[in-house]
């Protein structure tokens, strides 16, 4: 079920929220969270009911594990808790390694061989990392103890399931357990609904126009196309937004989601095309997921222990496993290796001392980040290497003749053409069509706050622009857009 879709703002959520409050009232916290774990687990059954029992025995198994990891922790018996977690932690890897890697494993070590028609199932990225911290948190002693339905609240949590937040199991624990977590809060509800209802507008107004820009572009390279100069950047540029709009809104729906359940999720971004070096990015970028790879594969690889050869490798081996958790791909770890490379640049840069003034420090990280998007975007390295041939200008610059014709200088550096083939939906007007909507997606992330940094005033002017264009798209879009996210 996606949360921008009618059965799921019209009936699942309306339902949810009922139940969770009136059985809080009625019965008391615990049946709440029985609800709302039913609830969750009927979400995710409405993708796929079988996969079902996969998250229901996830959820078991490490629950169990993290119970003994923590109890054989608080005893002082380390060395049990910590094979108890390589136990666990490999199990849970290898669950996630066969779904989402094997193919990818047997193609990279043997091409010619058939596939296994592995069918991969929805979220187990996500949670597996939730369960991960779970039993790493449990051996490092830095959660409380959890009753069994706690963590399966926390593990199934609708908000989150799908796609993230990634949250710590000690910041989200202690809330689903608090006595009072099922008393409805007027300015809860009122704050969550004002960001669910932003998050919508960014995905279903800026995120999917957006979207159908860089789909003509990348598609028309993925299958052989030669892109000129502007048809490669304007697809790129749009890919760029598509998905900042695209995951920022489901963060932006999930938080809002978790507000109105009176859990409090941390931000996931934080105006990222602003940023004015790829550290700085990496700060404002899926935040939790940096936070993710920073406390649990960065620092036990050793971090900056070991002095600055072992930090850079530990830098990069992060990256490039960032990259693969993104998905079963090569594009996924080239795209991980040029954000690990930009990283290593970039602290080699600072130990020189020297500073960029902040407009060249900010073009430069966003240069960097962009051309890194073109392979996380195409669905090769073939495709990839297309579509940077063309932002090169390496098949030539065109243009339409119409806009040549109004502005003949224009002819020194472009060839007039009829239309851009592969921009828009190639008609005339195209061109400044996109142009247009391109320059108002990046004068919103690149001059405006997030909503987060909103005032009330400007949050609810936001949704005004935008709520219409949203309901339009809600009801009349001929078909639904899944999130970007819903693949890793």
Same mark, same amino acid.
């Given at each position: ?141 830095? =959660? ?114 978790? =507000? ?22 990496? =700060? ?24 600055? =050869? ?179």
């Amino acid at each position: 079920m996606l949360f921008h879709t009618q059965p799921f703002i019209l009936g699942f959520l309306p339902l949810c929220l009922a139940g969770f409050f009136l059985l809080g009232r009625i019965a008391g916290a615990r049946w709440a969270l029985r609800w709302l774990v039913a609830a969750s687990l009927a979400f995710y059954a409405w993708w796929n009911p079988p996969f079902v029992l996969l998250l229901a025995g996830s959820i078991v198994v490490n629950y169990a594990l993290g119970q003994r990891i923590l109890a054989l922790a608080e005893a002082g018996r380390m060395q049990a808790a910590r094979l108890w977690l390589t136990v666990g932690v490999g199990a849970d890897l290898l669950l996630l390694g066969w779904f989402k890697y094997a193919n990818f494993l047997l193609h990279t070590l043997a091409p010619s061989a058939p596939a296994l028609h592995v069918f991969l199932p929805l979220a187990i990225s996500f949670f597996t990392f939730q369960q991960v911290m779970f039993l790493v948190d449990s051996v490092r002693r830095d =959660r409380q103890a959890s009753g069994f339905l706690t963590y399966a609240a926390f593990i199934a949590f609708f908000p989150h399931l799908i796609a993230g937040p990634i949250v710590r199991p000690k910041d989200i624990l202690p809330q689903l357990a608090a006595p009072d977590v099922a008393i409805p809060r007027g300015a809860a509800l009122s704050a969550g609904l004002m960001l669910f209802l932003l998050g919508l507008v960014k995905k279903l107004v800026l995120a999917d126009t957006f979207g159908g820009f860089a789909d003509t572009g990348f598609d028309a390279a993925a299958h052989g196309a030669t892109l000129t100069l502007f048809e490669a950047w304007y697809a790129a540029l749009a890919y760029a937004l598509q998905i900042y709009f695209d995951f920022s809104g489901y963060s932006d729906m999930a938080i809002g989601l978790a =507000r109105m359940l009176n859990v409090r999720f941390p931000r996931n971004f934080d105006s990222p095309y602003q940023a004015r070096s790829i550290s700085d990015f990496w =700060r404002r970028w899926h935040m939790t997921l940096s936070r993710f790879l920073r406390d649990y594969l960065y620092i036990p690889l050793g971090g900056n222990r070991a002095g600055e =050869r072992r930090r850079l490798l530990n830098l990069m081996l992060t990256m490039l496993l960032g990259g693969l958790w993104h998905g079963a791909a090569w594009s996924f770890v080239l795209w991980g290796g040029l954000h690990g490379l930009y990283l290593v640049v970039h602290s080699q840069w600072r130990r020189t001392g020297w500073q960029l003034p902040a407009l060249p420090a900010q073009a430069l990280t966003l240069l960097a980040v962009i051309l890194a998007w073109v392979p996380f975007r195409a669905d090769g390295l073939p495709t990839a290497w297309r579509m940077l041939r063309g932002m090169l200008g390496l098949n030539g610059v065109a243009l339409p003749a119409m806009l040549v014709q109004f502005a003949p200088a224009l002819g020194w550096i472009a060839r007039p053409v009829p239309v851009l083939p592969f921009l828009g939906d190639a008609r005339t007007l195209s061109f400044p069509q996109v142009t247009g909507c391109l320059l108002l997606g990046w004068v919103i992330v690149l001059t405006m706050p997030h909503i987060h940094a909103m005032t009330e005033r400007a949050q609810g002017w936001t949704l005004t622009a935008g709520f219409a264009f949203a309901v339009q798209a809600l009801f009349f879009a001929p078909q639904v857009a899944p999130f970007l996210y819903f693949q890793f």
